[in-house]
């Protein structure tokens, strides 16, 4: 099952990190929060991907064009006839990617569209290239397939923007930072689509995926929730990068569900 991620946004809420790069490319202890995402796909067996180009997608390029070359070790011949040979490529993801370019300035229902070409073929996913979560994949795809609907989207509780703290007669008894919040769940991305979802969107480049086509496959009946209680956190500003930078550093990082 091929697996779409959205990545030509500007990021302009984030710009102290996406002047040079794309938001997806911006990294999280290290690694682009791209690779974190897909990581988390290919922990539940799903390593086919692809991903919709538009803001500086030509770092994105080369980040894939040179990922041998910046997580092996390698040997190389210069001369008339180079030649490059790699060691322990076995550590290396075996990762089946396509990269689409999109358009600088499309959105993204019109970004889905531009690539339908690659994911007719049968059932598909698709989320956003910056935003993490402790969601389990295999079990969002069977709740998928039990509805027999066109699409199910993930339903997170927005994190809080302020600190949580429990208290009893005057003493702080627990200090959360960014707690889940008690409201009503929002999109968090983490979609399951079937092909026929794709006649709802358009190529025109104002097409909004999250307006006009899933409102419609919602009064269709078409569009169910899988509802997520766990962790989920987008990257939208600075401080959202600073805190997922933290949490990875300390060894807290909830979407971390693989193994090194």
């Given at each position: 099952?091929?697996?779409?991620?959205?990545c030509?946004g500007?990021?302009t809420?984030?710009r102290?990190e996406?002047?040079?790069?794309?938001?997806p490319?911006?990294?999280?202890g290290g690694?682009?929060?791209l690779?974190?995402?897909?990581k988390?796909?290919?922990?539940?067996?799903?390593?086919e991907?692809?991903?919709c180009?538009?803001?500086?997608?030509?770092?994105?390029?080369?980040?894939?064009?040179d990922?041998?070359a910046?997580?092996?070790d390698?040997?190389?011949?210069l001369?008339?006839?180079?030649?490059?040979?790699?060691?322990?490529r076995d550590?290396?993801?075996?990762w089946r990617v396509?990269?689409a370019?999109?358009?600088?300035e499309?959105?993204?229902?019109a970004?889905?569209?531009r690539?339908?070409?690659y994911v007719?073929?049968?059932t598909?996913?698709l989320?956003?290239?910056?935003g993490?979560s402790?969601?389990n994949i295999?079990?969002?795809v069977a709740f998928?397939?039990?509805?027999g609907?066109?699409v199910t989207?993930?339903?997170?509780?927005?994190?809080?923007?302020f600190?949580e703290?429990?208290?009893k007669?005057?003493r702080?008894?627990?200090f959360?930072?960014k707690?889940?919040?008690?409201?009503?769940?929002?999109?968090g991305g983490?979609?399951?689509?079937?092909?026929?979802?794709?006649?709802?969107l358009?190529?025109?480049?104002?097409?909004?995926?999250?307006?006009?086509?899933?409102?419609?496959?919602?009064?269709?009946?078409?569009l169910m929730i899988y509802?997520?209680?766990g962790?989920w956190?987008p990257?939208?500003t600075?401080?959202?990068y600073?805190?997922?930078?933290?949490?990875?550093t300390?060894?807290r990082?909830p979407?971390?569900?693989?193994?090194d």
């Amino acid at each position: 099952m091929k697996v779409v991620i959205l990545c030509g946004g500007q990021g302009t809420r984030l710009r102290e990190e996406t002047e040079y790069r794309p938001k997806p490319m911006v990294e999280i202890g290290g690694r682009p929060m791209l690779w974190h995402i897909m990581k988390m796909y290919a922990h539940r067996g799903f390593e086919e991907f692809v991903l919709c180009l538009g803001y500086k997608g030509q770092v994105i390029r080369e980040y894939f064009l040179d990922y041998h070359a910046m997580n092996a070790d390698f040997t190389i011949q210069l001369g008339a006839k180079p030649k490059v040979t790699y060691y322990n490529r076995d550590a290396i993801e075996k990762w089946r990617v396509t990269l689409a370019e999109t358009g600088a300035e499309t959105m993204t229902g019109a970004r889905l569209a531009r690539v339908a070409k690659y994911v007719r073929g049968g059932t598909f996913m698709l989320t956003y290239g910056d935003g993490v979560s402790d969601v389990n994949i295999r079990d969002l795809v069977a709740f998928h397939r039990s509805h027999g609907k066109l699409v199910t989207v993930t339903g997170v509780r927005p994190p809080s923007r302020f600190g949580e703290m429990d208290i009893k007669d005057s003493r702080v008894i627990s200090f959360n930072e960014k707690p889940q919040v008690s409201q009503g769940l929002i999109n968090g991305g983490f979609f399951v689509m079937e092909p026929g979802f794709l006649r709802y969107l358009s190529d025109d480049p104002a097409c909004v995926l999250e307006q006009e086509p899933l409102q419609r496959c919602a009064q269709d009946g078409q569009l169910m929730i899988y509802r997520h209680e766990g962790f989920w956190q987008p990257m939208d500003t600075f401080r959202e990068y600073e805190l997922l930078n933290r949490l990875w550093t300390a060894g807290r990082a909830p979407w971390k569900t693989w193994k090194d």
